[in-house]
């Protein structure tokens, strides 16, 4: 299974933005189409988004289309996710991972978004 370590996250308040990256490592990132998932404590994780390699298919859920992007950038192994006009429901645990999802995940980055 690859590594997965994200970052980026942080405090903001309603309506700014943020750039989570997730970086992979011990597998061959072109080959990998990845996808982003959040958790809030109590609830299961809640997929956001998803990348193909090569760039064909991208997928929003219906609560971050037209607010977030995804992207990847094969040579550096990272896909990001550019998140816009950030809401308070958005505060949750950012998680990334392959798609279909490995069993290992990454330890996450906290977004928390203020009123």
């Known amino acids: 299974q690859v590594q997965l370590v994200e970052s980026g996250g942080g405090k903001v308040q309603a309506g700014g933005s943020l750039r989570l990256s997730c970086t992979v490592s011990g597998g061959i990132f072109s080959n990998l189409h990845m996808a982003w998932f959040r958790q809030t404590p109590g609830k299961e994780r809640e997929f956001i988004a998803s990348?193909?390699?090569?760039?064909?298919?991208?997928y929003y859920s219906d609560s971050v289309r037209g607010r977030f992007t995804i992207s990847r950038h094969n040579a550096e192994n990272t896909v990001f996710l550019r998140m816009n006009s950030l809401k308070p429901e958005d505060t949750a645990v950012y998680y990334c991972n392959t798609n279909p999802s490995q069993s290992y995940w990454g330890q996450g980055t906290q977004v928390t978004v203020s009123s």
């Open positions: 990348i193909s390699s090569p760039v064909v298919h991208i």
